[in-house]
T-cell receptor, first 112, second 113 residues
Framework: DAGVIQSPRHEVTEMGQEVTLRCKPISGHDYLFWYRQTMMRGLELLIYFNNNVPIDDSGMPEDRFSAKMPNASFSTLKIQPSEPRDSAVYFC??????????FGSGTRLTVV | AQKITQTQPGMFVQEKEAVTLDCTYDTSDPSYGLFWYKQPSSGEMIFLIYQGSYDQQNATEGRYSLNFQKARKSANLVISASQLGDSAMYFCAMREGEDDMRFGAGTRLTVKP
């Protein structure tokens, strides 16, 4: 298995633009988590899905953030409009599997 | 409320020695799982070890072992025979039942040659 695949790896965008982050989980994993990592706040859980259904989105910081999982193979995290304070590394993780919850390589987002 | 606490922002260890990274947690759910992840400077999150709340024995994976003290609600990671490549951030995480998985603030480990 190729693991959890996130795209893009890096994204630089201007304030006010829409940003879409993508995640392909490992096949057969029931859960998918989206996290944001910053120096100040550490790893924050944004939202998680079970069998494609959003279970808890209480970590989504504002209405500017939205996430979808239209099928078991794909999830998106959208920020519209983006702001400089959204700059962070965004991870998705899927599981459970023999290796616990597997993280993708992350998307480093910079909003200028 | 913070459910996972890692009190050591930074730790140093001499190469080939053992080191313990602390993690305490808070939950009233009898069913939970505890995880440790390693994040090297390259940024990826690497799963190290898992301990279930009902597991009778402490988990071990190679040089990693988890010192699980349920009554004290602690799940410390022990790394034996430290190597230079062990220098990284280490995160403890907990998942209660089928709920979310939350992380502690992390400990930065530096292995000295």
């Amino acid at each position: 298995d190729a693991g959890v695949i996130q795209s893009p790896r890096h994204e630089v965008t201007e304030m006010g633009q829409e940003v879409t982050l993508r995640c392909k989980p490992i096949s057969g994993h029931d859960y998918l988590f989206w996290y944001r990592q910053t120096m100040m706040r550490g790893l924050e859980l944004l939202i998680y899905f079970n069998n494609n259904v959003p279970i808890d989105d209480s970590g989504m910081p504002e209405d500017r953030f939205s996430a979808k999982m239209p099928n078991a193979s794909f999830s998106t995290l959208k920020i519209q409009p983006s702001e400089p304070r959204d700059s962070a590394v965004y991870f998705c993780a899927s599981g459970p599997g023999v290796d616990g919850y597997t993280f993708g390589s992350g998307t480093r987002l910079t909003v200028v | 409320a913070q459910k996972i606490t890692q009190t050591q922002p930074g730790m140093f260890v001499q190469e080939k020695e053992a080191v313990t990274l602390d993690c305490t947690y808070d939950t009233s759910d009898p069913s939970y799982g505890l995880f440790w992840y390693k994040q090297p400077s390259s940024g990826e999150m690497i799963f190290l070890i898992y301990q279930g709340s009902y597991d009778q024995q402490n988990a071990t994976e190679g040089r990693y072992s988890l010192n699980f003290q349920k009554a004290r609600k602690s799940a410390n990671l022990v790394i034996s025979a430290s190597q230079l490549g062990d220098s990284a951030m280490y995160f403890c995480a907990m998942r209660e039942g089928e709920d979310d998985m939350r992380f502690g603030a992390g400990t930065r480990l530096t292995v000295k040659p």
